[in-house]
């Protein structure tokens, strides 16, 4: 499958302040990337999908002016939480997605962990 | 909108014994579900993938059945062994879009 890494893997930071996280497809062009979050034990929701060169559309409940999705170009999306609060301190995955061959897949990245102070 | 169970939440077997996950989902019309594993702290590893007009997965001592009419999956795992230890997410994919579980943690104890 496609690699997919994001950078940072973990991140803190203090409350008030703005943190950036990219999502980049090594491999593959990613016509679609999607955001999860994650906090502790439980699972993984989408936030936002994004594809590439559009506006993000973000799922009920997100903030889309809290959560800044850009996706510039295939392979690289962005996530920015602004003026991040300590309810933002969670894990968050993004996920590449789009055709292989005759089916639709999606790569998952590792992950990052923010903690907001 | 798609709700995605898994039972149990947990689970703790002695090594050698075959693991059996169970997922249940709202909608059956899915393209795809997918089985996920997530060690503590890390991102997930795929699995499985089940297209819609499969009924089973295989591999290695993996094996997962899909009934997409009853709105269920299930992961096996046969001969467990203690790096088996992690959670196991289920996802299924409506118009591109996954919805996960909540997930079952398994536990193998040597």
């Known amino acids: 499958g496609a690699v997919v890494s994001q950078h940072p893997s973990w991140v803190i930071c203090k409350s008030g302040t703005s943190v950036k996280i990219e999502c980049r497809s090594l491999d593959f062009q990613a016509t679609t990337m999607f955001w999860y979050r994650q906090f502790p034990k439980q699972s993984l929701m989408l936030m936002a999908t994004s594809n590439e060169g559009s506006k993000a559309t973000y799922e009920q409940g997100v903030e889309k002016d809290k959560f800044l999705i850009n996706h510039a170009s295939l392979t690289l999306s962005t996530l920015t939480v602004t003026s991040a609060h300590p309810e933002d301190s969670s894990f968050y995955i993004c996920?590449?997605?789009?055709?292989?061959?005759?089916?639709?897949?999606?790569?998952f990245g590792p992950g990052t962990r923010l903690t907001v102070t | 909108k798609q709700e995605v169970t898994q039972i149990p939440a947990a689970l703790s077997v002695p090594e050698g014994e075959n693991l059996v996950l169970n997922c249940s989902f709202t909608d059956s019309a899915i393209y795809n579900l997918q089985w996920f594993r997530q060690d503590p702290g890390k991102g997930l590893t795929s699995l499985l993938l089940?297209?819609?007009?499969?009924r089973e997965q295989t591999s290695g001592r993996l094996n997962a059945s899909l009934d997409k009419s009853s709105g269920r999956s299930t992961l096996y795992i046969a001969a467990s062994q203690p790096g088996d230890s992690a959670t196991y997410l289920c996802a299924v994919d409506n118009d591109y879009k996954l919805s996960f579980g909540a997930g079952t943690t398994v536990t193998v104890r040597a």
């Open positions: 996920s590449a997605g789009g055709r292989v061959g005759s089916s639709y897949e999606q790569y």
């Open positions: 089940i297209q819609s007009s499969q």
